[in-house]
Nanobody
Framework: QLQLVESGGGLVQPGGSLTLSCVASGFTLDEYGIGWFRQAPGKEREGISC????????NYADSAKGRFTISRDNGQDTVYLQMNSLKPEDKAVYYCKTTKWGTDYWGQGTQVTVSS
């Protein structure tokens, strides 16, 4: 069974950092690109960053550029999202997603709260 599991969320003060992890099971992660998304209360889910299967290509939303870094360790079937200089508006549930054979697979999400 193909599954993605996020972790690493939590409560952090403004200006702080968190690293989110997305671990895959049931499939070999190195064959697929992975995206990170987030959804804040009352808002639509938005794409934050994505990385190619090899890790050689990455993209970021404007809200993430210069603050977030996506990376992957295919040997560990894990994709990371390093988030620095966090702002209160970064508060959301963060999800990772991949697409296999035209089907999207989402993790259950991890909550990130930025507050003093």
């Amino acid at each position: 069974q193909l599954q993605l599991v996020e972790s690493g969320g939590g409560l952090v003060q403004p200006g702080g950092s968190l690293t989110l992890s997305c671990v895959a099971s049931g499939f070999t992660l190195d064959e697929y690109g992975i995206g990170w998304f987030r959804q804040a209360p009352g808002k639509e889910r938005e794409g934050i960053s994505c990385i190619s299967s090899s890790g050689g290509s990455t993209n970021y939303a404007d809200s993430a550029k210069g603050r977030f870094t996506i990376s992957r360790d295919n040997g560990q079937d894990t994709v990371y999202l390093q988030m620095n200089s966090l702002k209160p508006e970064d508060k959301a549930v963060y999800y990772c997603k991949t697409t296999k054979w035209g089907t999207d697979y989402w993790g259950q999400g991890t909550q990130v709260t930025v507050s003093s």
